[in-house]
Nanobody, 122 residues
Framework: QVQLVESGGGLVQAGGSLRLSCAAS????????LGWFRQAPGKEREFVAA????????PYADSVKGRFTISRDNAKNTMYLQMNNVKPEDTAVYYC???????????????WGQGTQVTVSS
């Protein structure tokens, strides 16, 4: 079956860095667009970044632009989110998703991971 497994979350101080990973199995990884979303307590799931099957990126969410970088390694069936200069408002559960299009809309993705918690302390 299809599995997307996020890792790399944790507790980090403001201004620090984290790299999230999303390992996929059960799909032909290179054929899928991928996205990162996040959800903070009491808030809706929001778009962070997306990447096409061939590695092109769509505009990042304004809140992370210039600080986060999405990438993928099709040979390793893995996607990454490099998070630099993190802020307390980045605290959320981060989810990876796979679908046909590199979209900002969660409903366009077919598969989702279980999420990894990122907590940024001030």
């Amino acid at each position: 079956q299809v599995q997307l497994v996020e890792s790399g979350g944790g507790l980090v101080q403001a201004g620090g860095s984290l790299r999230l990973s999303c390992a996929a199995s059960g799909i032909t990884f290179r054929n899928y667009a991928l996205g990162w979303f996040r959800q903070a307590p009491g808030k809706e799931r929001e778009f962070v970044a997306a990447i096409t099957d061939w590695g092109g990126t769509t505009p990042y969410a304004d809140s992370v632009k210039g600080r986060f970088t999405i990438s993928r390694d099709n040979a390793k069936n893995t996607m990454y989110l490099q998070m630099n200069n993190v802020k307390p408002e980045d605290t959320a559960v981060y989810y990876c998703a796979a679908g046909a299009y590199a979209s900002r809309v969660p409903a366009t993705y077919s598969y989702w991971g279980q999420g990894t918690q990122v907590t940024v302390s001030s």
